[in-house]
Each structure stands twice: as C-alpha cells, then as structure tokens.
C-alpha cells in the first residue's frame, strides 16, 4: 500500500501546538493554560471526564471559539482569530459531530463526498477511494446500500473515511467511542492505527481510558487543566492513576 505521508517516518515535524490557551463561554473561563502539541504521524490522545472540556477544546481549534489567551499554531500557520474554513483549508479537521452522514446517498457517494473540498485530479482521488476501502473493509462489499441502512458502527467507519478521503493533515475527533459497543471500538481503534501507519495524524479525545492503547501520546486533563502528559505506554502502566483522574 502507498504512503499517505511522502515524509519518512523518522523525519517527524511538529504540526499543532498549543500553548498556554485560556478560553470559555461568556465569562465561563473552561480552559485553564492548556499546552500541548502534536507531531506529524501520531495519534494524541486528551483523556478527561465528563465536563472537563474536552469538546471545548476542539471547538477552539476548529475555531468555532476564540482563545481568550495563548496562542495555536498549526502547520507553521498562527491559528489564534482564522476562520473555521481556513482552517479545513489548512488541513485542520473535524469528525463531524454526530457523524454528519447523508443517510439517502449510498456508501460510494457519501465517500465522493469526502473529496469535494479535496485537491488532487480524478486519477488520485480514485486512488484515494482505493486505499481507504483498502483499510475500510466493510466498507468495500457496501458502496451502493444507502447510508441510512447501516449500522451506527458501520456509519462512524463511513464518517472516518469519508473525512480520510479529504486528505486531513491532522485529524481530531470527539469521543469516537461514544455509544458503540466495545467489539466496534476497537475495530474502529484498529482502523485508526491502520491509518496513522500510512502516514495520518489523530487528535482524539475520550472519556474511555481505552484510547490508550492506541495512541502514541496522552494528555490527562480535568476541570480544564492538563493533569499529565506521558506516553500512553507509560500510563498504562498506572491504570490506577488514570482512573483516579477518570473519576473527575
Ligand atoms: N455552549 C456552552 N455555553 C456555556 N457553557 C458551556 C457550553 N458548552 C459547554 N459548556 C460548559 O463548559 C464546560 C466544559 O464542557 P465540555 O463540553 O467542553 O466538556 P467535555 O469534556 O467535552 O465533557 P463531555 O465528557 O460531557 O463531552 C462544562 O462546564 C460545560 O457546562
Ligand atoms: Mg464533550
């Protein structure tokens, strides 16, 4: 299979970084200094509980929010005040909340869907559509049942590859897991794995401590604070910890 990435894998770059970000609602401070940043080619993972402002995170780096303070720069570009637009321009996107899937088209054109804002010439986006039904396998026998008759699992596999077929340089999603059962997360979660060695980039954020296991890198973070900032591997090590900061 081709490489998504032209880049060698050792050759890493920095493709996010936040730095000591202070956002809300109103006079909601929800985001307390939060840092972080994530390289080129890997899954990052901001584990937190209920409420912690995980979403809030997101919002503001998709840019449906503006930091009140801090900055974010994404792919050498300074993100702080960009338009939601520029920003999928850049690379920068979002698994549509709610997975975003038109239920009447079937799996084939909701798929072409994903290539709209895309670049490239037909010839690369059919090869696109290949190396994600590659990956997608259950998607392959199904390009032409409609949408709508999928399962809720087999429509997030949809949503991730459609989003994949607009070739992100970082994708970040919000709780991938969230009321799937725990056989579909991980085929989701191997997918995701599949993906990031071709090459992609994950932000993904998550209630589930199950995250770990895929991710290179985790934040922990609760009442809006980053808590820890380890390799996964090291915290699976301390279930015990992650647990303790899980109970919110
Ligand atoms: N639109 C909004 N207006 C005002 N306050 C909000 C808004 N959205 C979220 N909040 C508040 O911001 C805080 C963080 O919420 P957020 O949704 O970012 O948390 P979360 O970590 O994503 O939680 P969950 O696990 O429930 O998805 C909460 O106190 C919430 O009540
Ligand atoms: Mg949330």
């Not at 409609?146 to 994949?164: H, K, T």
């Not at 992609?200 to 922990?220: G, H, K, N, P, W």
């Amino acid at each position: 299979m081709t490489n998504w990435s032209s880049r060698p894998t050792w050759e890493r770059t920095l493709l996010l970084t936040v730095e000591q970000v202070t956002a809300g609602y109103g006079r909601l401070e929800v985001l307390h200094d939060v840092s972080l940043h994530v390289e080129e080619g890997e899954i990052v993972t901001v584990l937190g509980p209920n409420g912690t402002g995980k979403t809030t995170l997101l919002r503001m780096l998709s840019g449906a929010l503006n930091p009140w303070s801090g900055s974010v720069s994404f792919a050498g570009s300074k993100l702080n005040k960009l338009l939601p637009e520029r920003r999928s321009a850049l690379g920068l996107c979002q698994l549509p909340e709610g997975r975003g899937i038109f239920q009447t088209l079937t799996v084939g054109e909701n798929l072409n869907l994903g290539t709209v804002n895309g670049r490239g010439s037909a010839a690369d986006r059919r090869g696109d559509l290949e190396r994600v039904l590659a990956i997608f396998s259950e998607l392959a026998g199904r390009l032409t049942a409609q949408a709508g008759s999928l399962s809720g699992g087999q429509q997030q596999m949809l949503a991730l590859g459609r989003a994949v077929m607009s070739r992100p340089k970082l994708l970040m999603i919000d709780e991938l897991s969230f009321g799937l059962a725990p056989r579909v997360v991980s085929d989701l979660f191997k997918v995701i794995t599949e993906l990031r060695d071709n090459g992609m980039t994950f932000l993904i954020v998550e209630q589930q401590a199950a995250a770990l296991r895929i991710s290179d890198r985790t934040y922990v973070m609760r009442n809006g604070r980053n808590q820890l900032d380890r390799t996964s591997a090291d915290l699976l090590k301390s279930e015990d910890l992650v647990s303790s900061y899980l109970r919110g």
